[in-house]
C-alpha cells in the first residue's frame, strides 16, 4: 500500500507539474494574442514555437504583418490616384477658363504645376516653327519661389536641357544639378 501511495503521490505530483507548465504556456501564448490585439506584430513570441497553437498564432502574425503592409501600399495607391485626380480636374479648369489668353493660360498653368509639385520654379516654353529656318522655343511664363517672373527667353531647337529634351523627346532627369 505504501508502495502503491507512494507511486500515486509521484503521479499527481508530475500531473501538478504538468499542468502548471501548460498554463504557463497558456499565459504566454495569451500574453502573445494580446499584444498582437493591440497592433505589437513585432512582439517577441516567448513561447513553444513548435506546438500546433503556437505555429497557428504565429501564421496569424504573419498574416496581420502581411494584411497591413499590403493595407498600407492600397492607401499610398489611394493616394496617388487621389493627387492625381486632383491634378487633372484644378488643370482640366485651368485651360477651360483660360483659353483665350495664352500668357494668363500658360502662367497659370505653370504657377499651378510649380505649387502642386512643390517644385520651387518653372517655365512655360512655346515652340515657334513659323519659319523653318528658324525653329525655337519663346518663353511665354516663369513661376520660381512663390513669384512670377518677368522673363523672356529663346532656347534654339537642341541647346540647351529644353532644346535637348525636345530634341530627344525623351525627359531629362538630373539628380545633381550644377549651380549655373
Keep these: 500500500a505504501y508502495s502503491i501511495g507512494r507511486l500515486h503521490v509521484l503521479y499527481l505530483r508530475a500531473r501538478k507539474q504538468q499542468s502548471q507548465e501548460e498554463q504557463q504556456r497558456s499565459k504566454q501564448l495569451l500574453r502573445f494574442a494580446e ?82 509639385l512643390n517644385a520651387n520654379q518653372g517655365g512655360f516654353f512655346l515652340l515657334e516653327k513659323s519659319d523653318p529656318s528658324d525653329i525655337h522655343f519663346t518663353q511665354t511664363a516663369a513661376f520660381a519661389y512663390d513669384r512670377q517672373r518677368l522673363v523672356r527667353k529663346r532656347v534654339e531647337w537642341g541647346d540647351g536641357l529644353i532644346g535637348a529634351c525636345a530634341n530627344e523627346k525623351e525627359p531629362i532627369f538630373m539628380t545633381e544639378i550644377p549651380d549655373s
Aim: glycine residues 4%.
Design 35 to 116: 499584444r498582437l490585439n493591440q497592433g505589437e506584430l513585432d512582439a517577441p513570441a516567448d513561447f513553444d514555437r513548435d506546438s500546433e497553437l503556437g505555429k497557428s498564432i504565429l501564421q496569424l502574425r504573419d498574416y496581420l504583418v502581411k494584411s497591413r503592409q499590403e493595407e498600407k501600399v492600397r492607401a499610398e495607391e489611394e493616394k496617388q490616384r487621389s493627387w492625381f485626380a486632383d491634378g487633372m480636374a484644378k488643370f482640366a479648369d485651368i485651360l477651360r477658363l483660360n483659353n483665350d489668353n495664352l500668357e494668363k493660360l500658360s502662367y497659370d498653368i505653370v504657377s499651378n504645376l510649380v505649387k502642386y
